[in-house]
Antibody, heavy 119, light 108 residues
Framework: EVQLVESGGGLVQPGRSLRLSCAAS????????MHWVRQAPGKGLEWVSG????????GYADSVKGRFTISRDNAKNSLYLQMNSLRAEDTALYYC????????????WGQGTLVTVSS | EIVMTQSPATLSVSPGERATLSCRAS??????LAWYQQKPGQAPRLLIY???TRATGIPARFSGSGSGTEFTLTISSLQSEDFAVYYC??????????FGQGTKVEIK
């Protein structure tokens, strides 16, 4: 059974940093690209970042480019999101999502970890 | 950035009726379009990819159509479990992706 479990969320002051983690199990992690998607309270889905199976291709939404860094450790079956210079508008539930081999859509999602940016 | 626009924002439908949801892309995304369903307190669930292919385990009452910039998700006969928010997603320029703002399907 595929499982994605996010952690690392919490309350953080504007301008500070936070690192999210996603522990994956139930599939061969290093065969698949992975993504982070967020959802502000009461709002829609926003794609944040994606990373290929070997970290060779990485992309970011314009809203987080230069502040967030996605990475993965295939030996640990883990995905990460380093979030720096956090802003109030980064407050959201952050989901980890597994991509299908093809097409590149998200067939499994975690339950999310909540990040609240507030002073 | 490709902008996805969904309409209507809210759709009020009676159980057993047909629901038609629209999604428009600001530029062509070919058939690189997916639909997701999200219920309160749950993660999204993949329904449709490639504009018209149902994901594993998705009932036949869900169907997708369209290509280029205009797409439609149709639920042929709404069941109680189908009342939810639906999002379209384009994946035409990997790894980047964008979602529409969502359509809430509510009980009339």
């Amino acid at each position: 059974e595929v499982q994605l479990v996010e952690s690392g969320g919490g309350l953080v002051q504007p301008g500070r940093s936070l690192r999210l983690s996603c522990a994956a199990s139930g599939f061969t992690f290093d065969d698949y690209a992975m993504h982070w998607v967020r959802q502000a309270p009461g709002k829609g889905l926003e794609w944040v970042s994606g990373i290929s199976w070997n970290s060779g291709s990485i992309g970011y939404a314009d809203s987080v480019k230069g502040r967030f860094t996605i990475s993965r450790d295939n030996a640990k079956n883990s995905l990460y999101l380093q979030m720096n210079s956090l802003r109030a508008e980064d407050t959201a539930l952050y989901y980890c999502a597994k991509e299908m081999i093809w097409p590149p859509v998200f067939d499994y999602w975690g339950q999310g970890t909540l990040v609240t940016v507030s002073s | 950035e490709i902008v996805m626009t969904q309409s209507p924002a809210t759709l009020s439908v009676s159980p057993g009726e047909r629901a038609t949801l629209s999604c428009r892309a600001s530029q062509s995304v070919s058939s690189n379009l997916a639909w997701y369903q999200q219920k309160p307190g749950q993660a999204p669930r993949l329904l449709i990819y490639g504009a018209s292919t149902r994901a594993t385990g998705i009932p036949a009452r869900f169907s997708g159509s369209g290509s280029g910039t205009e797409f439609t998700l149709t639920i042929s006969s709404l069941q109680s479990e189908d009342f939810a928010v639906y999002y379209c997603q384009q994946y035409n320029n990997w790894p980047s992706s964008t979602f529409g703002q969502g359509t809430k399907v509510e009980i009339k």
